[in-house]
């Protein structure tokens, strides 16, 4: 088993010294017989860190049907309202180690990702931008290390459940997030997936959604369940450690900063017809939205009408208290199974995209000393950087625009902050950043 220290310390003189063969070594072990798997010689490493912040969450499990070949990968993330849950538990619950003998005996390996997650008590500043970017990480950190994990990196596919299932369809939505010009080369490799199995998750992390489309008019009579009705039931800390930190819960309406963190983790928002096949599972059976907030079908049905309406090549759903099932007998594992089958992602082990047309990147991130900025095609006319609650730390105006600048971060405190881009035609687009 590849222990998390050695881990952590490998990947960062790989970083350092500029290696291009992307390798790691990791010790395979017999799957205990109580998995019941068959399959020749059926194998997992456990505890595989992605990342070396918090040693003890960022890290996953993989099983493989053998380490003869390689094999396409399902992923699956935990649940746990993003407060909660554990990657450990594929080593506890039948669901899940059904999940893992029907794969594996399939031909295709299974890992399970854990990551940060917010506190239940006291502040958090990052929000769940911070649990999203770990999963994230993760795949990233899985694709790059394709050969070493016996990976088919071009054949990859998202399940997970609750706020898993969210952080999957996330991915599986949101644009490529690969940095081409990372010098972390993990953050070089693809986030694109080809097929997603969101069982009982949130249809957008933009809650101010949940009021305005997810719970509208939620009883038939034009009533909508309101922010006010979401933070009496989850309480402002918890609410407010979603975001990073608030005033108030309306501050995520009129701050610009805000909008754009919503914006970001939106899956509805990011739905477009290039994204992978879905398959759509909500087996809750809740009335009122007070009654299963997290989980209500109507969740379920946003996903559903969305990716039909943005063309998705292929939607499947089967959300029980709507009476919608168009699985035809088909189940979830089924349908993933098949997707990797006939997936034909065009990429490989070490994913590099071609810049498109008003794309920001910004590097390293988390930075210390100087961020650099890169935009295409249209030069930089100011920077400006602001904390996560909008008050400006520093402001940049090039005298002579450019492509690629740097800002200076010297004297500024460790923390989360807002990067604002404005090219030279007044195209505004902003990063968030972490400064240790």
């Known amino acids: 088993m590849l222990s998390s220290k050695f881990c952590g310390l490998f990947i960062s003189l790989w970083i350092v010294t500029g290696i291009t063969q992307a390798q790691i070594d990791v010790d395979f072990t017999p799957i205990p017989p109580s998995y019941d798997i068959n399959s020749p010689n059926p194998l997992y490493a456990l505890d595989i860190n992605y990342d070396d912040i918090d040693l003890n969450r960022q890290a996953f499990h993989i099983f493989l049907p053998d380490t003869t070949g390689t094999y396409p990968l399902v992923v699956f993330i935990h649940g746990g309202g993003f407060t909660g849950g554990s990657r450990d538990v594929v080593l506890q619950d039948p669901k899940r180690i059904a999940d893992i003998k029907y794969f594996l005996e399939r031909g295709v390996a299974f890992a399970s990702v854990g990551y940060r997650v917010l506190p239940t008590v006291g502040a958090d500043e990052d929000g769940v931008i911070k649990c999203l970017n770990d999963s994230k990480r ?39 997030m690969a940095e081409p010009d990372s010098p972390d080369p993990v953050l070089r490799a693809s986030t694109r997936v080809c097929a997603a199995a969101p069982t009982g998750g949130q249809a957008t ?108 090549e292929e939607v499947v759903a089967e959300i029980q208290a709507l009476d919608i099932n168009t699985t035809q007998g088909e189940s979830r594992n089924e349908f993933i199974l098949r997707q990797l089958s006939n997936c034909s992602l065009s990429t490989s082990a070490e994913i590099v995209n071609t810049v498109d047309e008003n794309e920001l990147i910004v590097f390293p991130n988390p930075a210390r000393h100087q961020l650099n900025v890169r935009v295409s095609p ?14 400006t730390v520093r402001s940049q105006l090039l005298g002579r625009h450019r492509l690629t600048t740097s800002l200076n971060l010297t004297d500024i405190p460790q923390g989360t902050y807002m990067l604002l881009v404005v090219d030279e035609n007044g195209y505004r687009q902003v990063k968030r950043i972490v400064i240790e």
Not at 247 to 273: A, E, G, K, N, T
């Open 138 to 176: 993760a795949l990233q950190f899985i694709r790059h290390f394709s050969n070493d994990l016996h990976i088919i990196p071009e054949r990859l596919a998202m399940i997970g459940t609750s706020a898993g299932s969210g952080t999957g369809l996330w991915l599986a939505t949101h644009p490529d």
């Open 378 to 391: 249209y030069p930089i006319e100011r920077l400006e950087l602001y904390t996560i609650t909008g008050q």
């Open 205 to 312: 992390y933009d809650i101010y959604k949940w009021e305005t489309e997810v719970f509208a008019n939620f009883d038939g009579q034009g009533s909508n369940f309101t922010l006010d009705s979401m933070e009496a039931i989850l309480g402002f800390e918890r609410l407010s450690n979603f975001y990073g930190g608030l005033d108030s819960i309306y501050q995520i309406v009129h701050d610009p900063f805000l909008i754009q963190y919503r914006q970001d983790v939106d899956m509805l928002f990011h739905m477009s017809d290039d994204d992978p096949p879905l398959y759509i599972v909500n087996a809750s059976n809740a009335i009122h939205p007070s009654q299963d907030l997290f989980h209500h079908s109507f969740h379920g049905r946003e996903i559903y009408n969305q990716a039909l309406a943005a063309g998705i």
